[in-house]
Every structure is written in structure tokens, then in C-alpha cells.
């Protein structure tokens, strides 16, 4: 990130990449977005209207997400997350500018008139026209940050240790439960090549953990398809049909073992 602008470079970056990857969750979540910008829109009221309601549900949903402890698991991630917010923030900034400017045009089409003077007892479209401005320049002046920042986040030596592959996630998850968690092998997938194609197709290596919740009922934690599942052996029919199970919220083959940990506590809390 040499160049000043750099740090736009770093979201982008991220968001190329999951469109070559398999589980494209960015491209799934701004699918709806796209559908408007790739038809040289947004260019009609109900579609500008849609973009800036899309941003305001995108900015609260990642505050929201960044109250949970394992939202992000590096620094490097907080640089991701840091680009795209400061990215967000200018062109919001830009967008709140052009809104201001915008009212001239409504003006000069006598939709509406912009008063010379504002008004301090009952604000009207001259207040609205500073207001817009003003709050346009004032975020957009923040962006002069994002540089010094997004870097020092990206260049933040990492001291933990993410896993490689599933079987080191889930090895690192069964010695993070200690003795009420016991790592089975008994299935695990010897062969490489075929290994490497359950990775790739998104399952595990055929480990599982044993565990057990408040009842004395036996689980299983494992990995499913492209999913960390826990399984309650019970609800395996006699036919061998498994009939329900829990998908964990982390999902990646190599999410942080304690995230998962904590996920599995979660669900059998006096069991684990």
C-alpha cells in the first residue's frame, strides 16, 4: 500500500478474491446491489433511494457484528473491515455533497424554491442545502486518515496461530474442550489425494469429537458440508438417516478453534 490511496486497494483486493473462491459470500450479499449498479444505475428515485437504505443496513449490521468477541480473528482482518468503513465514509460524504448540490437542480426545475437566507426558527431547504454540505466535507475529511491507519493495521504482526486445514481446527478445538471432548480418528482419511479433494469440496478429514450436554446425551462435532455441525446421536435413525443436527456460525474450514469452542460451549453449556 505504497500509494496514498492505497488503502481502497485492500477491500478490493478481498472482494476479487472471494469472486474466485467457492463460497463467494461477498458476492452473494451485494448480488442485490450489483443488479442495480451494473445496469448504469442506480438512475430512478426508488433505485437511489434502494442504494442508500442497502448502506445504512450494511453499516449498522458490521457494528453489530463487531459487539460479538470473534467477529474478526487478526489485524489483518480489521484492515479489510477498516478499508471498506473508510471507504464507505467518503463516498457517503461525497453522496451527501452531491445530495446538497442536487437541491439546485430541483430548484432550476421549479419543484422547489431554495430560500436566500436560512432560517433559525423553522429550518428550510437553505439549512438542508449547509447541512448536506457541511456534513459531506466533514466525512469526507476523515478519509485522511485511513492511509496511516489501514496500514498499521495490515502491518500488525499477528501472535496467535490459525489452522491450516479442518484437521488442525478440530484437533486445536478438542484440546481447547480438555476432558470433556474426546478426539475421534478412527475415520480420519489417509489418503492424501483424497483428502485434498474433501478439503476442497468442503468437508473434513472424517475426525469427529465426542462430547455429551446436561443430559447425558451424546453429540458429535464435526465437519459437514462446507459447515462445523454438532450432531446429537440420538436424532440418527435406525436407518442411519441423521434427521436434524446444528450448523455452528463459523463455517470456515480454518475458523479460530476458540470461536468454535465457544460456539460448542454455547450450545451444551453444562455438558462441555
Known amino acids: ?82 478499508s471498506a468503513l473508510f471507504a464507505q465514509i467518503e463516498a457517503a460524504g461525497t453522496a451527501l455533497e452531491k445530495l446538497s448540490e442536487y437541491l439546485h437542480i430541483m430548484d432550476a426545475r421549479q419543484d422547489v424554491v431554495i430560500p436566500e437566507f436560512n432560517d433559525s426558527e423553522h429550518p428550510n431547504l437553505n439549512d438542508a442545502e449547509m447541512g448536506l454540505g457541511g456534513a459531506g466535507q466533514e466525512a469526507r475529511a476523515t478519509a485522511v486518515a485511513a492511509e496511516r491507519t489501514v496500514r498499521a493495521l495490515a502491518e500488525t504482526p499477528y501472535l496467535g496461530r490459525l489452522p491450516a486445514h479442518a484437521h488442525e481446527t478440530i484437533t486445536a478445538v478438542a484440546e481447547l474442550l480438555g476432558s470433556a471432548a474426546t478426539l475421534c480418528t478412527d475415520h480420519h482419511v489417509q489418503d492424501e489425494v483424497e483428502l485434498a479433494e474433501n478439503y476442497d469440496s468442503g468437508f473434513g478429514c472424517g475426525c469427529s469429537i465426542a462430547l455429551s450436554d446436561n443430559t447425558g446425551s451424546p453429540w458429535e462435532f464435526r465437519r459437514g458440508d462446507s459447515s462445523w455441525n454438532l450432531v446429537r446421536l440420538a436424532d440418527v435413525g435406525d436407518d442411519g438417516v441423521l434427521r436434524s443436527w446444528v450448523d455452528l456460525d463459523a463455517s470456515e474450514a480454518c475458523a479460530h478453534p476458540g470461536h468454535l469452542a465457544a460456539l460448542i460451549r454455547e450450545c451444551l453449556p453444562a455438558g462441555t
Open 1 to 82: 500500500m505504497d500509494e496514498t490511496r492505497g488503502w481502497l486497494d485492500l477491500w478490493r483486493g478481498v472482494s476479487e478474491e472471494d469472486a474466485k473462491g467457492s463460497r463467494r459470500l461477498i458476492g452473494d450479499v451485494c448480488s442485490g446491489i450489483r443488479l442495480v449498479t451494473d445496469d448504469d444505475g442506480p438512475d430512478d428515485p426508488d433505485e437511489v433511494i434502494a442504494m442508500a437504505i442497502a448502506g445504512a443496513e450494511a453499516a449498522e449490521a458490521t457494528a453489530d457484528g463487531l459487539d460479538r468477541e470473534w467477529a474478526l480473528y487478526t489485524p489483518q482482518q480489521a484492515a479489510v473491515v477498516a
